[in-house]
């Protein structure tokens, strides 16, 4: 097992890739702090699930941008299935709007979710992480992390750039302490949409065989799995990426090429 021993919290494991993440981390043997922020169902059925595997998973109701909340969780997780040595960050809100109509409380929604969430968990775990010169840190960013994006979500690509941006720094930063930081880079999964206003006139996301010309647009010719996100997450927590660091690691079919 490729994790075995190990602990992590998955922050966003309520459903699609989060829940799928946090099954096959106590597949690989990990214990699980599986974190949503308010759906309370959900997180219980994906703790019933993954803890068919036999280790330990607690569910945790927590903000990400209720910086408290967040020191809260991460000490209550270390006391319950042990010191954190992996932190998986996947949350995100996706509002549309035309940049020029952006008020600025979508704005710092926006940021506070996608970005300030990652930066109170990372600040949490990494002291932990620190003492022991070991850890793994992956955040989930997107397409639009290195190529922009239009179709009126300018302010959520801008949160994945920044996100990714974090991610180089802390890679960095904290590389000589034995710590990795990467990004794992989806595109075009079929995941079931929360908030489907948000994507109405978003190509990306058109349903009924309609997004067949976007679709053809990627060299593999379909949408990806939350089993493909997940296998690139398991892959970047274990020691199987253990010179990888920095790094954005694309489940995306293609459409990128670096």
């Avoid at 300030?116 to 022991?132: C, N, T």
């Avoid at 989806?186 to 995941?191: F, G, K, N």
């Avoid at 976007?214 to 060299?219: A, D």
């Amino acid at each position: 097992m490729k994790l075995k021993g190990k602990n992590a919290i998955v922050v966003g494991a309520g459903r699609n890739a989060g829940r799928e993440i946090t099954i096959a981390m106590a597949r690989e043997g990990a214990n699980i702090a599986a974190i949503a922020r308010q759906n309370q169902e959900e997180i219980d059925e994906t703790i019933r699930l993954a803890g068919e595997h036999g280790t330990t998973c607690v569910p945790y109701l927590c903000d990400a941008t209720d910086r408290a909340a967040v020191i809260k969780t991460v000490k209550q997780a270390s006391k319950e299935i042990g010191p954190i040595d992996i932190l998986t960050y996947g949350v995100g809100v996706r509002p549309g709007s035309p940049f020029v109509d952006i008020p600025p409380e979508m704005w710092r929604q926006v940021f506070a979710t996608n970005v300030d969430g990652a930066f109170h968990f990372s600040q949490a775990v990494l002291p932990k992480m620190v003492e022991r010169q070991s850890g793994s840190i992956i955040f989930t960013t997107g397409l639009s992390a290195h190529t922009g994006r239009g179709w009126n979500k300018v302010h959520v690509g801008t949160t994945k750039g920044a996100l990714r941006a974090l991610a180089h720094g802390l890679a960095a930063e904290f590389g000589p302490q034995g710590i990795r930081v990467n990004c794992m880079t989806p595109t075009y999964i079929d995941v079931t949409r929360e908030n489907p206003e948000w994507y109405q006139n978003d190509k990306f996301w058109s349903e009924d065989g309609k997004d067949a010309e976007y679709r053809n647009r990627f060299p593999l010719r379909r949408k990806g799995s939350v089993k493909e996100v997940a296998d690139a997450v398991i892959f970047l927590a274990s020691d199987e990426s253990s010179f990888i660091t920095g790094q954005s690691l694309h489940v995306s079919g293609g459409i990128f090429m670096s």
